[in-house]
Each structure stands twice: as structure tokens, then as C-alpha cells.
């Protein structure tokens, strides 16, 4: 009587291409639910860490299955490539923001005037309220900080246009209408409101304008009554992670000088993301003037 020989499939190519497939649909799940406010900031961030360990078990599954593969000669070598395959590409965020994070300082707010940032307006106040939760409290700079900012990002420095600053704010505001960005507040623009979501935010604070002749002297100044400010969130494509932007419009005798500054509302670190988000910004801003525009 002839028999014949079963192939044994290896049980750790099963749970390499269960735990892969599993992976995608949890993490759509998790972006809506925190698009959707169904979740708060620390509990997404709690199962991205938990997604996270489960695409390094299906890799450590998938290893363990090449190696029955090669020395028992079991079965399962597809799935445990569609398992490593997928792994790898869920893996492969976190891989390039640990690459900006080695490449960028660990920081969450910069500005086109390191020395004499632009104050928030409601920001501060609203930061206050969620620190509980954890939300990052608006920072005050120092010199330490300025410089290490100023080193980092060298090419983030003021512009100059050579135009007046009504014509300037209109191309802010066409900006902001473009991106999207909701507004929170304004000072020296009385006629523009305030986003529906937002609390009162008719005290505002007050602001600084001169910039200092010393690098080192980080004295406060008082706004002039000329100066603008406006407040926005702008919110990330994918998460939708909020961050705070306040640009200033000084006007000066010949030209009108604005300056930018983006901070995040959540974790120590933003990856260089709020320095590419001024820097996009600004970018918008030279082509709506007819790319006409000097350094600070």
C-alpha cells in the first residue's frame, strides 16, 4: 500500500500575514476615530505605539517562518511574504520619522524672528486649559533656544516685500482661505471674526515688535498699533494634528516685514514639520506678491 508525504505549513507564516492584514484596517480605524474626535490625542497616540508593536511581531513571526521554510522545508513561504511585505510598509513611517528626528532638533516651535518671536493671541490661553491632557504650553525663548533654532534653520528668516500692507494682508488672507487654515484670532484687523469654534478671544494679548539690535538681548518691547497679527490652525493631511501659526505684518517706511511662527499642539518633537509649513507658507507668499521679496 503507497502512502505519500504531507508538507507541514508553517504556523508562523499564518500569524505573519494574520497580524499584516489585521494591521491595515486598525490603523484606517484609528485615523477616523481621531478625525472624527472619537478618540483624544493620547489615546491615538497609545495605539499607534500598540500598532506599532504588532508590526515588529509580525516581522519576528516572519523571520521565524523563514527559517522553518529553509531548515524543515515547511509551507508558507507566500504568506509569509504578503505578511512581511505589508510589515514592512506599515513600518516604513516610523522608519523616516525616526530619520527627521536624528535630522531635526528636538523642538515643536520655531519662527522667522527667533529673537523676537510673534505673541499668540488665543493660543496661550487655550494651551493652558489642556496641559492636563498633556497639550504643549506656548514656550517663551530664550537665548539658548534662538540660537540652537537659528542654527538649525538657516534659511527661515523674515521677509521683506515692497508693497504696502493692506496688499500684503489680502494675500495672507487669500492664503489662508486656500489652505483651509481656520482662524482664531487677529489684532489691528478689526473686521475679521474669529473661527465658530473658538472661545472669546476679544482680550488680546500684547506682542512684541522691535527686534533687538543684540542677538543676545531678548528684551520685551510693545507692539505698534499699526502692527497686524493673525491667528490660525492649520491641521495635518493624514492625522490631522494641530498647529499653531501667527503671522505679523509690520509696516515700515518703504516696505512691510512678515513674520511667521508654527508650533505644535502635541508631542515634544515636530520633525522639522513646522519649519517646512512656514517655509510653504512663505513660498505662497512670494508668488501672490510676484515673487518679489528681500530677507529679513
Known sequence: MSGYYEERRSKAAIW???????????????????????????????????GFLVALLSIVFALKAINELWSKGYRGGSQVVRGMTIALLILM?????????????????????????????????????????????????DDDYAKKMILAYPKLQSRRYPAGPERVLQAVR????????????????????????????????????????DDSDLEDNIAA???IFIEVIER??????????????VSEDRNTLVDVRSSARWGRHDFGYNAKLIEGFLQQLDAALLGIAGEG
Open 16 to 50: 505573519c500575514q494574520r497580524l499584516a492584514i489585521f494591521l491595515i484596517p486598525f490603523f484606517i480605524l484609528v485615523i477616523l476615530l481621531y478625525r472624527f474626535a472619537k478618540i483624544d490625542t493620547v489615546q491615538m497616540l497609545i495605539l499607534i505605539a500598540v
Open 93 to 141: 513611517p516610523f522608519g523616516y520619522q525616526s530619520f527627521l528626528a536624528l535630522q531635526f532638533p528636538l523642538a515643536n516651535d520655531v519662527s522667522t524672528d527667533m529673537l523676537n518671536p510673534p505673541e499668540y493671541i488665543s493660543a496661550v490661553e487655550v494651551r493652558d486649559r489642556s496641559a492636563s491632557k498633556g497639550m504643549n504650553p506656548v514656550i517663551e525663548y
Open 174 to 213: 487669500n492664503i489662508i482661505d486656500e489652505n483651509e487654515w481656520l482662524l482664531t484670532g487677529s489684532e489691528g484687523v478689526p473686521e475679521i471674526k474669529t473661527g465658530s469654534d473658538t472661545e472669546n478671544v476679544s482680550q488680546l494679548a500684547d506682542n512684541e515688535q522691535p527686534k533687538p539690535e
Open 225 to 227: 498699533p499699526d502692527d
Open 236 to 249: 495635518t493631511i493624514v492625522f490631522g494634528f494641530e498647529n499653531d501659526v501667527v503671522i505679523r505684518i
